[in-house]
């Protein structure tokens, strides 16, 4: 099984669609605070990937990617 890690990171305020500039100057768009647990699939010098689940054959599913740039906590998590 992969170590599991806990990180805490900072992602992009974004909202679609056509809005006059005044409309955006009166929304909160700051970034959003994230939280993410799971399974440590890559740890590279400019992000970290991790999967939600993983088999025993150790296959894993649904995963992500995050710049350590956006990183603000990072915690190994013991089972």
């Given at each position: 099984?992969?170590k599991?890690?806990?990180?805490?990171?900072?992602d992009?305020?974004?909202?679609?669609?056509?809005?006059?500039?005044?409309?955006?100057?009166?929304?909160?768009?700051?970034?959003?605070?994230?939280?993410?647990?799971?399974?440590?699939?890559?740890?590279?010098?400019?992000?970290?990937?991790?999967?939600?689940?993983e088999?025993?054959?150790?296959?894993?599913?649904?995963?992500?990617?995050?710049?350590?740039?956006?990183?603000?906590k990072?915690?190994?998590?013991?089972?």
């Open positions: 099984m992969r599991v890690i806990y990180i805490e990171w900072d992009s305020a974004t909202e679609g669609g056509w809005k006059h500039p005044t409309d955006i100057e009166t929304r909160d768009m700051a970034p959003l605070k994230c939280w993410s647990i799971g399974f440590l699939v890559k740890d590279t010098a400019k992000y970290v990937t991790l999967s939600h689940s088999t025993e054959q150790g296959d894993v599913n649904a995963y992500i990617s995050v710049p350590k740039s956006a990183i603000t990072r915690r190994y998590v013991k089972l």
